[in-house]
């Protein structure tokens, strides 16, 4: 079991550039971003936040989420992250704090989804989320983040569906997907991909 000093600024840095992220074709697909962003736990660690999307959101309501959206026209990828953290969690970070990404993971609904890391002094608990997009906000521990998940064989798909293990519920892909890669790449140095896992049949539309 790894503990928070596997956490620290220069162990990620140095974790995320020796990663070569895979990049998915854009074309006929619409770009999104989310980010891991590490912060301080309030009791000397850190935790990454995840939050459950409000019931009134179109797409995917309920469900568990990192925070994220889609690419607006003229935005980068990492634009977007930063600006996704303060829209949903009221968190402001420069540029500099983003240490690195993770691999492209391609969507059933059509998105091509790009995950950031990023490194935030601001204690987690000084987060405000935006109810009309967030309904509640989960301090992801160390670990939490650092179990293994369930790989489930499915008769619709050649791909077996991951399931991330979060406080009695088994959460999938996307999300399920990025945190193990984050969990593989940056604390035990294994360049695990993410693009040989499906999404369950009832997050394909």
């Not at 074309?27 to 459950?52: C, E, Y």
């Not at 402001?92 to 990404?101: C, F, H, P, Q």
Request: aromatic fraction near 8%; charged fraction near 25%; proline fraction near 8%.
């Amino acid at each position: 079991m790894v503990t928070g000093h596997e956490l620290d600024r220069d162990h990620l840095t140095d974790s995320l550039a020796r990663l070569d992220p895979f990049v998915a074709d854009v074309s006929n697909r619409r770009s999104a971003s989310v980010v891991i962003a590490v912060m301080p736990d309030g009791s000397g660690g850190q935790a990454v936040p995840m939050t459950m999307r409000s019931s009134r959101m179109r797409a995917h309501p309920g469900q568990f989420a990192l925070p994220g959206g889609a690419v607006d026209p003229g935005e980068t990828g990492e634009d977007a992250a930063r600006r996704e953290l303060h829209e949903e969690l009221g968190l402001d970070v420069e540029s500099s704090a983003v240490l690195g990404r993770l691999d492209d993971y391609v969507t059933r609904s059509g998105y091509v989804i790009t995950p950031y890391v990023v490194w935030a002094d601001t204690p987690i608990t000084a987060l405000v989320p935006n109810r009309d997009e967030v309904s509640e906000v989960f301090a992801v521990t160390v670990p939490e983040i650092d179990v293994e998940p369930r790989f489930v064989e499915i008769p619709e798909s050649s791909k077996p569906v991951i399931q991330w293990p979060f406080r009695r519920h088994l959460v999938h892909a996307p999300t399920g997907a990025v945190v193990y890669q984050f969990r593989e790449v940056a604390m035990h140095g294994r360049h695990t991909r993410i693009d040989c896992f499906d999404q369950p049949v009832f997050a394909w539309r």
